[in-house]
């Protein structure tokens, strides 16, 4: 397809988010280069303890070194090169290899595009935040569902991009196919945004929808899990924690604050949580675990269980629906609201990024 652009692509995390994420590129190559003139195509994936090169036959490879990487495929040239990728496939991980060095696998690769889809965990957040410094150093952009390394390592990761010149770009990490955050980084300039309310976690809004219907936390929980909402461990959810990291990222956006240096104050969910939860009912409101930050408080994020009244942005969503409110002064408020929590959702995120770093480049 001629005038078309190849926009190689390394995937660390091959999870759930991550095995979503080369299904759509894998699975709509054409039809993205038909839209965009662009098509983005995993050339290797980077697990935890294995590591694998996917061949231009579609037979995949195992580690470095077999010789099954097309060496040409990095420029990012136009196909009328003849050197658009064909169809491809990720191989089953019995054929993976062991994990090469990451400057050497940048190097080979040559990726325009670094996507991360691994846990956002403290365990995992140093070598995230290593292999994306690196990335970005050499100019390829960093696309992340992974919240943590954003966290701890804000201030060297923006200044690995701008010493690259590459983009770094987080959309899965602040709510899923919620776009929120290309709101905050574009939408707003010049609006004066002065505040940013939020419920941007799916599993509090709907275990609060549930204890005000007269569930108790645990039942509530049962059923988020059963229906896939809720994690294993839904304490980041439950804490507030999440909420306020979601939105610490947004006012990095929107602010430019550091979000590494934020001030925290969350509200957990508990069990008695049911009681005020069925009260705000009871006088037609929904109770909301609402962070909050403003501009004229930099560095403070706050989560308060909020009853919110019709008429609220953050009132009309239910289930695990999330929003986000920007208050901007004469401009009024621009809310964003719905998108789907789901391994599909963060890889459609990135999916966005992918293409937004792209089709600007």
């Not at 400057?103 to 595009?113: C, I, K, Q, S």
Request: aromatic content about 4%; glycine content about 14%; some cysteine.
């Amino acid at each position: 397809m001629a005038g078309v652009v190849e926009v190689p692509v390394v995937l660390s995390g091959y999870g759930a988010v991550g095995r979503a994420y080369a299904a759509e590129l894998a699975g709509r190559g054409a039809e993205l280069a038909a839209a965009y003139g662009v098509r983005p195509y995993v050339v290797a994936v980077r697990g935890a303890t294995g590591e694998c090169r996917v061949a231009p036959d579609g037979g995949g490879g195992g580690a470095a070194g077999e010789g099954r990487m097309a060496p040409d495929w990095g420029g990012g040239g136009a196909a009328s090169e003849g050197r658009m990728a064909p169809d491809w496939a990720v191989p089953p991980r019995s054929r993976w290899g062991a994990v090469s060095p990451f400057e050497g696998l940048l190097a080979e690769a040559r990726p325009v595009v670094f996507a991360q889809a691994v846990p956002s965990s403290a365990e995992v957040a140093p070598v995230a935040a290593a292999e994306a410094r690196a990335a970005l150093r050499r100019g390829v952009h960093v696309v992340t569902a992974t919240k943590s390394h954003l966290l701890g390592d804000w201030r060297a990761l923006r200044e690995a991009a701008r010493e690259g010149g590459a983009e770094l770009r987080f959309s899965g990490a602040t709510g899923a196919a919620l776009p929120a955050g290309d709101v905050a980084r574009k939408s707003l300039l010049g609006f004066g945004c002065r505040a940013i309310r939020a419920c941007p976690n799916g599993t509090s809004t709907y275990v609060l929808d549930l204890m005000a219907s007269g569930a108790t936390l645990d039942e509530a929980l049962a059923d988020a899990r059963g229906r896939g909402i809720a994690e294993a461990d839904p304490t980041a959810d439950l804490s507030g924690t999440d909420a306020a990291t979601k939105v610490r990222l947004l006012t990095g956006l929107a602010w430019g604050w550091d979000v590494s240096a934020a001030a925290v104050r969350p509200a957990p969910i508990t069990a008695a949580t049911a009681t005020a939860a069925r009260a705000a009912a009871a006088d037609g409101h929904r109770l909301r675990a609402v962070a909050t930050a403003r501009a004229d408080r930099p560095g403070e994020i706050t989560v308060d269980l909020t009853p919110t009244a019709p008429g609220d942005p953050l009132h009309a969503i239910t289930g695990p629906d999330k929003a986000v409110v920007f208050d901007c002064g004469d401009a009024g408020e621009i809310t964003v609201s719905g998108g789907r929590s789901s391994p599909r959702g963060a890889a459609l995120a990135l999916l966005k990024d992918t293409l937004a770093v792209a089709i600007t480049r």
